[in-house]
């Protein structure tokens, strides 16, 4: 009776090794050979000599899926094709690629190397010889073991079901039968040779060596930079798509640089795909130009017709834009967002320009655009040079104008996950994963960058210097050329520093009598009860609120922090602008306080002042909030007709009473609107307490200040020197962050002779008209202004800064300094734009003559009040997380450092982008790398050298494809514990040139990557 082997009760691949310990040579026919498996004859195959007669022949069959079986059993054509050379030929070719294809299924192991290598030298000296049998379909599964020593058995056999493979072998339930009658084996051998010697039967060794040998099992290690490379060539995917599947219409001819090109492209791949996308280069690499050529692409190729909205400065220049490119488009001022929008017809494409202006969802005018945007199914174009604004929530509400919350993404929020764990996110937060939503609970970068790959195009001023532009030797610096053939330089940007006396023990000196220590301590003394009325609501007034009232209370406690915060910090940043600007807000303020304590005091409702934040933050909002007219919030327009602001000082508390029941009759008249209304008596006593205790004290800094002299103004000499004695006949613009500075700054350079000078604030009717006024050559007016109309000097707020073309000058002012330095480079970055012909940029900034201590001091003295009271202010009034970064920063700019005003870095480049720029930028410096890195298998590797660091740590990196088609990686160390999964910092950290040497892998190398790999899937599901 013969042996049965069915893997249950008893294994096939025990009996096969035995026989083989005392065999010379074999013969296999199966019909499917798993590569890995062959390890487990490896050893008793490499006893044998090899050559003819002591080596393992082994036949594989063209075995059929079982669906292919049926359908050909089932085909109406019965007739078998006659086999040719051309058929034969294509089925070894076939077969090969599915061996090919075995090697990139699972992980890579220690032992499957050994093995795939150990078969790779088999067949090599001929131990082992593979051939395919392409004749017919072949099915069978017969193991012959020869043993001439042996007379009574010289053959066994073993039939059945068993392919050979680690399954076939040991794991599956099988039937297979041992052949030990001499009869049947010799009738089985002759079975072997008839097919093994059929013209038919192709010998396939060669391809199994060459398959081996390229691949992840090589001898010879594959580069680490082409590794890098693979993985670049991988995460730039979507970016390559993107440059192959659209063009470019004809009407931007060759206007478009190489970097525009590209960033049209691949923003037009997310468009297309995801429905949205942000342009988000930094400024001056022309946004604009490139979202009219997106629009342009998706009218040609879709018809589709284009609203703009953008703020109303923006709106001629737009108009200006849709005319040369001919863009049937509608072009909206945001300002008419929720009267229009509601009735405005549909259009299937929306331009949202300076979008990071919509970062209060909660705002009617940003729901108006959501609910346009949701109720037309319109695809959505968003630009904004800063994308972040340092808050990823803000950044989260403009992508809501497009991704619902509860999209899946396809991602998640990894770094998060890992940080808390999955199930106890879901527990806090009750959303799905792989949502919107959930990447909103993040506050880690890596997170927020894995989301914006998906819809961010994003490149940086030295990224565009480092990948697109030339190099001219005599000038020593790098260029972009025009299409005529001009050339746009990249001028640098060069630091200077004005300076200006503080002298605290000078009574004459008025600067020193605003930053000295008596002024410090009252304004971080205010209590602010304006801004934090939430505190002062009474617990059981004699009237309960009315439903309105209560929900108004409500917002009236969630927002006290943050209006204290910006108030406070407000009023420092305005007397490091202007002292008189200073004064003017101290008066403000103590007249909007007597305007609440005339209501209180005559037991009138009180006028409700602005409960939104972005009122009081100077990159949103240039007046200032305490202004008679300031608008509530960005649902209104100014009022033109109300009461004119304050025209001469108010000295007494009777003035100021008398001042505030005049604004109150408007208020409660004309204005009555613009409020929300609360009685009174439904606050504390206390609050007309704080109210006059706080007047009081900004009335003392008041009356010690006295009346302000521009004429003693030395900030303001200083910069009328500058303008008249160093630069006479240059172009300037000055920035500052206030309206209020601005229009003083105006007034008296006017007066001192500057001429052709214009201001250019948050309310100017037609900012665009100023900068094509001011800069004519690169706004492509010079025939349409006049040389009497030209203007040579302008004053700007950082809010109108935005998406103008003001390259006509050179030279930048910075009048006051905003407290985080990034805005000084945008600044900067407001002239140095593409068209720029000056070989530097001068950057001036106003700093103590002392130096810098003043202000670091008074910083420190905010910084510490804020902490006291628990204030909360914006990301961007945060100065630096580190004060030394502060301290190095304002020295550098009062030493004139080098390099100061430079620009972003460049891990702000998004990340397509930044894969695709390497693998460009490779294929440009050796084109046969084009077909080599596409080449290489899909599971491959490398090692080299790493200098380890606590954060960096040596292991592995892991990319892999997902089952959804995501790009992962992964970064372990050498103790299998996850380092990262930033897929920015992981192309980091594969970085190197192309000479970089390997080195010899870490021992337990395959063991990490399964472990990298198998977190990724885990996180995958």
Not at 39 to 61: F, K
Not at 601 to 616: H, K, R, S
Not at 783 to 788: I, L, N, Q
């Amino acid at each position: 009776m013969p042996r049965i082997f069915d893997n249950i009760n008893e294994s096939l691949l025990p009996a096969l090794q035995e026989t083989l310990a005392v065999c010379d040579r074999a013969d296999f026919c199966v019909g499917y050979f798993n590569l890995r498996g062959w390890r487990e004859l490896h050893d008793y195959v490499e006893r044998w000599p090899g050559g003819e007669g002591n080596c393992c022949r082994l036949l594989v069959g063209m075995q059929a899926l079982p669906e292919e079986d049926f359908r050909a059993a089932m085909s109406l054509a019965k007739d078998q094709a006659r086999m040719d050379n051309a058929t034969a030929l294509r089925m070894k070719k076939t077969l090969a690629e599915e061996f090919r294809n075995q090697l990139c299924i699972g992980a890579p192991t220690d032992a499957d190397e050994r093995g795939l290598r150990r078969l790779a030298a088999q067949i090599k000296t001929k131990k082992v010889v593979v051939k395919l049998f392409v004749k017919h379909r072949l099915h069978a599964k017969l193991y012959l073991l020869f043993r001439p020593d042996d007379p009574a058995n010289q053959i066994i056999g073993y039939l059945g079901s068993s392919n050979l493979t680690m399954a076939g072998l040991s794991q599956q339930g099988e039937l297979n039968v041992d052949v030990l009658d001499p009869d049947a084996t010799d009738k089985l051998a002759q079975w072997f040779e008839d097919r093994w010697t059929d013209r038919w039967c192709l010998d396939i060794s060669k391809e199994l060596v060459e398959i081996i040998e390229n691949s992840w099992a090589r001898e010879t290690p594959i580069p680490p930079y082409h590794i890098y490379l693979k993985i670049a060539y991988c995460l730039s995917q979507e970016a390559r798509t993107g440059l192959t599947e659209f063009r470019i219409p004809k009407e931007f001819g060759n206007k478009l640089f190489g970097f525009q090109t590209a960033a049209v492209k691949i923003a037009a791949h997310h468009l297309n795909k995801r429905y949205g996308v942000m342009i988000g280069d930094v400024v001056g690499l022309g946004k604009t130009l490139m979202a009219t050529a997106v629009a342009r692409i998706f009218e040609d190729d879709h018809g589709l017709e284009t609203l703009i909205i953008c703020p109303k400065n923006l709106v001629r220049m737009w108009e200006d834009y849709k005319e040369q490119y001919r863009l049937r488009a509608k072009v909206l001022s945001i300002t008419r967002a929720i009267t229009e929008l509601p009735v405005c017809r549909r259009y299937r494409l929306v331009i949202v320009d300076e979008s990071h202006n919509l970062r209060n969802r909660e705002g009617k005018r940003y729901q108006a655009i959501r609910d346009y945007i949701e109720k037309n199914e319109s695809r959505v174009i968003l630009l904004s040079a800063t994308p972040y604004n340092k808050s990823y929530l803000d950044l989260a509400n403009q992508l809501r104008l497009f991704v619902p919350e509860d999209r899946d993404l396809g991602i998640r929020p990894e770094r998060l996950l890992q940080n808390i764990g999955e199930t106890e996110f879901l527990r806090r937060h009750q959303c799905a994963v792989r949502s919107l939503a959930a990447f909103e609970r993040s506050e880690y970068p890596d997170d927020w960058r894995e989301l914006m790959r998906l819809f961010l195009v994003r490149r940086t001023r030295s990224f565009i210097q480092d990948n697109y532009a030339e190099y001219d030797p005599e000038r020593k610096q790098k260029f972009l050329t025009f299409e005529d053939g001009r050339r746009s330089y990249f001028p640098t940007r060069v630091p200077k520093t004005l300076k200006f006396r503080i002298d605290e023990g000078d009574k004459n000196d008025q600067y020193g009598r605003l930053y000295c220590e008596d002024v410090v301590k009252a304004i971080n003394k205010l209590d602010l009860p304006r801004y934090g009325l939430g505190n002062y609501i009474a617990p059981s007034p004699a009237e309960p609120p009315s439903h309105i009232e209560a929900k108004q209370i409500e917002n009236l406690s969630r927002a006290g922090k943050r209006l204290m915060g910006f108030c406070r910090t407000g009023l420092f940043k305005r007397l490091e602008s202007s002292g008189a600007v200073f004064l003017q807000s101290i008066e403000r303020h103590i007249l909007r306080n007597y305007v609440y304590i005339h209501a209180i005091e005559n037991g009138l409702p009180i006028p409700i002042g602005t409960q939104d934040v972005e009122m009081l933050d100077s990159r949103v909002y240039d007046e200032d909030a305490d202004d008679i007219n300031a608008r509530l919030d960005f649902e209104e327009d100014a009022d033109e007709n109300g009461p004119k602001d304050l025209q001469q000082t108010l000295h007494t508390l009777e003035e100021f009473r008398r001042k505030a029941e005049e604004v109150y009759a408007f208020y409660t008249g004309q204005a009555h609107r613009r409020f929300k209304w609360l009685r009174s008596d439904l606050f504390i006593p206390e609050l007309r307490n704080d109210l006059e205790s706080d007047a009081k004290s900004l009335l003392k800094i008041l009356k010690n200040a006295g009346q302000w002299e521009p004429a003693a103004d030395e900030k303001l000499q200083t910069l009328a020197a500058t303008l008249m004695k160093d630069h006479p006949d240059d172009k300037v613009i000055i920035f500052t962050q206030f309206a209020d500075t601005a229009r003083y700054l105006k007034r008296q350079l006017s007066a001192m002779g500057v001429e052709r000078i214009e201001g250019v604030t948050g309310d100017s009717s037609d900012p665009t008209l100023s900068a094509w006024r001011f800069s004519p050559v690169s706004n492509g007016k010079r025939d349409e202004v006049a040389p009497h109309d030209e203007l040579r000097v302008i004053i700007a707020t950082d809010v109108l800064s935005e998406g103008q073309n003001l390259q006509d000058c050179h030279i930048v002012v910075n009048y006051d300094l905003p407290w985080a330095i990034i805005r000084l480079i945008q600044r900067a970055g407001r002239v140095d734009r593409i068209g720029q012909e000056a070989d530097t940029i001068l950057c001036y900034s106003f700093l103590p003559a002392e130096g810098v201590e003043k202000i670091i001091h008074l910083r420190s003295r905010v910084r510490n009040r804020l902490k006291e009271n628990q204030e909360v202010v914006g990301a961007d009034e945060l100065f630096f997380e580190d004060q030394r970064d502060e301290v190095m920063a304002l020295d550098d700019l009062y030493n004139e450092k080098a390099g100061i005003l430079d620009g972003e870095e460049d891990n702000e480049v998004d990340l397509s982008s930044y894969a695709y720029q390497i693998w460009k930028n490779a294929v440009d410096a050796d084109p046969a790398l084009e077909k080599i890195i596409p080449g290489l298998p899909s599971v491959a590797y490398s090692s080299r050298p790493w200098a380890a660091t606590p954060d960096k740590p040596e292991g592995v990196l892991v990319y892999l494809k997902t089952a959804d088609g995501n790009d992962a990686l992964a970064w372990m160390n050498t103790a299998g514990e996850s380092v990262t999964e930033s897929q920015y910092a992981i192309l980091r950290a594969a970085e190197c040139a192309p000479d970089t040497p390997c080195a010899p892998r870490l021992a337990n190398h395959h063991q990490l990557v399964q472990e990298g790999a198998e977190l990724i899937v885990r996180e995958e599901r």
